[in-house]
């Protein structure tokens, strides 16, 4: 059997698992660039010509493209060569510990806020306000916004690692959201593009927040998940439960939300600095830059 055979049978395991489609379009597009580099049937690759392949990809990859590879090329033998390749000698790069640029509260208010179409506002607004992934938001249908009921909640299904949740809304979002409502009428999903019962596109949610940022002069480097940061770094400086939050944001674990967020609260940090008997630094006139 080909390798091209071999990867459309994986292709259908990973399916048939329930995958993520992101996941598994990744996972095939690594085991074919794999496969036209070393020009061999998979049952006869070894391991050290995997590990050299793994040595050899462009220092300016990323460095999660590089596990992307390492994953799925073990996952691969895994399933379909019935073989384990010992993990030492599948050279991984260090994960480093990613932080992202945080919009303050302030500024927040004012990308959502000074964005006068009421669509794009609510986009925004929504995305922050429930710490939502961008999949998240624009996949979510009518059907899951809850807003007449005794506790008004959004339903968010086939989330990140297929979890199902539900998010307390707030009265703003409320407010806002119908105010949207009435205005466009959506038929099918809660924010819909020009065509009819179609999503809203990724790219464009990207385009309405670099417009505001720009339009505000904010200089920070803001991807729209950092809307999402942003969001769970203010509910824990005011003092949510982190827990709470970890349920809120679709963690399967607790420790995943410390691990995320706890870096980007300094102010927790509080360390006692040995006293120095030195008065040459007078401090009344110190800069701080």
């Not at 309405?208 to 002069?217: F, Q, V, Y």
């Not at 950092?226 to 827990?243: M, Q, V, Y």
């Amino acid at each position: 059997m080909r390798n091209t055979e071999k990867i459309d049978l994986f292709v259908r395991w990973m399916e048939a698992k329930n995958m993520a489609h992101s996941t598994v379009k990744i996972y095939r597009h690594c085991l074919l660039r794999f496969f036209n580099s070393i020009q061999k049937d998979s049952g006869r690759i070894s391991q050290q010509e995997i590990q050299d392949y793994i040595t050899r990809i462009p220092k300016h990859y990323s460095d999660s493209y590089r596990n992307q590879v390492v994953n799925s090329i073990r996952l691969y033998f895994i399933i379909s060569e019935h073989k384990k390749l010992h993990p030492v000698n599948l050279p991984r790069p260090k994960r480093e510990v990613f932080i992202p640029d945080i919009l303050t509260v302030d500024e927040m208010e004012r990308v959502i806020f000074s964005t006068k179409n009421l669509k794009h506002r609510a986009i925004l607004f929504t995305l922050y306000d429930n710490g939502l992934r961008r999949s998240e938001l624009l996949n979510m249908r009518l059907m899951d916004v809850r807003t007449h009921c005794s506790n008004p909640h959004l339903i968010i299904r086939n989330a990140k690692h297929h979890n199902a949740r539900t998010i307390p809304l707030s009265l703003r979002c409320i407010e806002l959201l119908k105010q949207y409502y009435r205005a466009y009428r959506p038929q099918t999903y809660l924010f819909e593009s020009d065509s009819e019962n179609t999503p809203y596109s990724a790219t464009s949610v990207r385009n309405i927040l670099e417009n505001a940022l720009k339009r505000e002069g904010i200089k920070k480097h803001i991807r729209v998940h950092d809307l999402r940061h942003s969001f769970a770094t203010h509910c824990l400086a005011g003092e949510t439960n982190i827990k709470h939050l970890s349920k809120v944001l679709g963690h399967r674990n607790v420790k995943t939300t410390e691990n995320y967020y706890e870096h980007l609260r300094p102010e927790e940090l509080v360390i006692k600095r040995p006293q120095q008997q030195s008065d040459n630094i007078p401090v009344r006139h110190l800069k701080v830059v």
